[in-house]
Every structure is written in structure tokens, then in C-alpha cells.
């Protein structure tokens, strides 16, 4: 199974700060098709998880463009420019690459 | 507006049985593979189950092969998870989300808001 791991676990950052996360994966994510499978959701608190980032750096429909993500084959980042009250929750990597599809555990942004 | 809506969840007995269903509409169902992904409460999420468009390929998590079972009805836009022999670690929220986009490619664009199992005596 693919392992992602996702650091740090948890933020602390001041209205209108940057952000950044960061996600590795035991192994490349790349596809024989040349895409890459990974994946950026967020969990508001009490919501399910929806979409961010999509195929490493593709912001779903309705993201603001404060969130990019950027990486390759087993290390990606996921950024946000400048950290909004409604940011809140916690932040997951996923790749689905192969089965079993696999997240990362988790990280945590909270506001100061 | 697209909506997946999760159903069947509930207080169960150890070794006894459940039946999710999530109900699809606002988007072409048989368009899409359809997963369940689960979370403890205050926990990380764990993928679950994978079917494909007609059903004919289904993938499962080690942990749940051989006793849970995906399928979906295309002609009703729902899918399923039949749950057999529960255990206390599968207490958790149950969502029902879109996989995978055949015209697109997208996947994980859509998720329901979830259906709580807790297996308990």
C-alpha cells in the first residue's frame, strides 16, 4: 500500500499569512497514463470533506486562487497565500493511483 | 445541484448486519465509479470500497474483504454497501462519494454528508 504522509499536523497561522503543507508518498504517483493521482481535500469542521486540488495543481470548481498546489512523482505542497477565518479544518492528502486508495493523516489549520 | 444523500446507518450488535444506501441526483450516476469512504469520529479517513460503472469490477480495503459488499443500480442512481459479520472497528461515519468521471477524469468531486454505523453490544 502507498503510505502518505503529511506534515505538519497541525497550524496555527494569522489571518492573512501563508500556509503551506506538505505531502509524500512512498511511491511515485504517476501513472502509466502520465497523470498524476493526487489529490487535496478539506474537512470543515462538522462537513464532509470536499474537493481543493485535483491531478497536483488543478483548483476545483469554486476554490479561491489563494490555494495552489504544486509538486511531482512522491512530494507535493499544498499552499495557501493568505489564510482566511472560514480556512478552518483539517487538510488531506489522497492519492488514487492504485487501490487501495490511501490518505494522508490529517493536517490540522486552525486560526490564531 | 448535485446531491448524494446516505442512508441505513444505525446501532448494530458485533456479527450482525447493516445496508447503506446513498442516493444519487443532480449528475449523470452512470457516468461516474462510485466509493464509500469511512471515518471514526474525531479521526482520519479510510477509503473503503470501489465499483465501477456497470458494477463488473469492484475493489475493497483489506480489512472489509469478504464481508462487505458494494453495488450500485444505475437505473435507480443509487449505490450501496451491504455490511456482514460488523465489528466494533467498524464503528465510524460512512460517505458515499463520486470516484471517478469517465468524460472528465475527475474524481472525488462529489461527496455525501455521511451516515454514522456503531456496532456495539
Known amino acids: 500500500d502507498i503510505v502518505m504522509t503529511q506534515t505538519p499536523l497541525s497550524l496555527s497561522v494569522t489571518p492573512g499569512q501563508p500556509a503551506s503543507i506538505s505531502c509524500k508518498s512512498s511511491q511515485s504517483l504517476v501513472f502509466s497514463d502520465g497523470k498524476t493521482y493526487l489529490y487535496w481535500c478539506l474537512q470543515k469542521p462538522g462537513q464532509p470533506p470536499q474537493l481543493l486540488i485535483y491531478?497536483?495543481?488543478n483548483r476545483f470548481s469554486g476554490v479561491p486562487d489563494r490555494f495552489s498546489g504544486s509538486g511531482s512523482g512522491t512530494d507535493f505542497t499544498l499552499k495557501i497565500s493568505r489564510v482566511e477565518a472560514e480556512d478552518v479544518g483539517v487538510y488531506y492528502c489522497?492519492?488514487?493511483?492504485?487501490?487501495?486508495?490511501?490518505f494522508g493523516q490529517g493536517t490540522r489549520l486552525e486560526i490564531k | 445541484e448535485v446531491s448524494l444523500v446516505e442512508s441505513g446507518g444505525g446501532l448494530v450488535q458485533p456479527g450482525g448486519s447493516l445496508r447503506l444506501s446513498c442516493a444519487a441526483s443532480g449528475f449523470i450516476f452512470s457516468n461516474y465509479w462510485m466509493t464509500w469512504v469511512r471515518q471514526v469520529p474525531g479521526k482520519g479517513l479510510e477509503w473503503v470500497a470501489t465499483i465501477l460503472l456497470d458494477g463488473g469490477e469492484r475493489y475493497y480495503v483489506d480489512s472489509v474483504k469478504g464481508r462487505f459488499t458494494i453495488s450500485r443500480d444505475n437505473a435507480k442512481n443509487s449505490l450501496y454497501l451491504q455490511m456482514d459479520s460488523l465489528r466494533a472497528e467498524d464503528t465510524a461515519v460512512y460517505y458515499c462519494?463520486?470516484?471517478?468521471?469517465?468524460?472528465?477524469?475527475?474524481?472525488?468531486?462529489?461527496w455525501g454528508q455521511g451516515t454514522l454505523v456503531t456496532v456495539s453490544s
Open positions: 491531478g497536483v495543481s
Open positions: 489522497m492519492q488514487s493511483v492504485q487501490f487501495p486508495v490511501t
Open positions: 462519494a463520486t470516484y471517478h468521471n469517465i468524460l472528465t477524469g475527475l474524481r472525488f468531486d462529489y
